[in-house]
């Protein structure tokens, strides 16, 4: 920001106190927090995952259009309610079945594990998925390639994440 003129040096200056007084950035916010709080946000917090997993049930079964599910170890024979005798139908496999029936479009990126270092099998999972219906696409990630020319590196981001 250059000013060419007084005037312009004055306009910049009054803009920047503006900006300095009146942003909610510059000012204490709750927990000392440079964030104010916000408003109208569709936000849930959760205590534990039986409140967590009876609301992703409820979202999946209302899933009208598509269904993105992105997960390191994703597991067809996942049950989202407990106790599972009271709930055999909120197994993930028959949930994403049903709504693949309904005409959603459902997306799946699975974490491709490294041979010997995990064994969360996404290759059973993309097979037990994709053979539910044509509406359901599993992508394993990453892929050969990948792991060949970048191998230290995934490595090294995967160790850090577990």
């Given amino acids: 920001m250059i000013a060419k003129n007084k005037l312009g040096m004055i306009i910049l200056l009054k803009s920047l106190y503006t900006s300095l007084t009146n942003s909610p950035y510059v000012k204490i916010n709750r927990f000392n927090s440079f964030s104010p709080i916000r408003s109208k946000n569709f936000v849930s917090c959760?205590?534990?995952?039986?409140?967590?997993?009876?609301?992703?049930?409820?979202?999946?079964?209302?899933?009208?259009?598509?269904?993105?599910?992105?997960?390191?170890?994703?597991?067809?024979?996942?049950?989202?309610?407990?106790?599972?005798?009271?709930?055999?139908?909120?197994?993930?496999?028959?949930?994403?079945?049903?709504?693949?029936?309904?005409?959603?479009?459902?997306?799946?990126?699975?974490?491709?594990?490294?041979?010997?270092?995990?064994?969360?099998?996404?290759?059973?999972?993309?097979?037990?998925?994709?053979?539910?219906?044509?509406?359901?696409?599993?992508?394993r990630h990453p892929g050969k390639r990948l792991f060949k020319k970048y191998l230290n590196t995934i490595y090294g981001v995967t160790m850090r994440k577990v």
């Fill in 46 to 139: 959760f205590i534990n995952g039986e409140g967590y997993f009876s609301d992703l049930l409820r979202a999946l079964d209302n899933a009208k259009f598509e269904i993105f599910i992105r997960g390191w170890w994703v597991s067809p024979e996942l049950y989202l309610r407990r106790p599972v005798e009271t709930y055999p139908e909120s197994r993930l496999d028959k949930v994403l079945a049903r709504a693949a029936v309904r005409g959603v479009k459902v997306y799946m990126i699975l974490y491709k594990e490294l041979k010997g270092h995990m064994s969360n099998d996404s290759s059973h999972a993309k097979r037990v998925f994709e053979g539910l219906s044509k509406n359901i696409k599993v992508l």
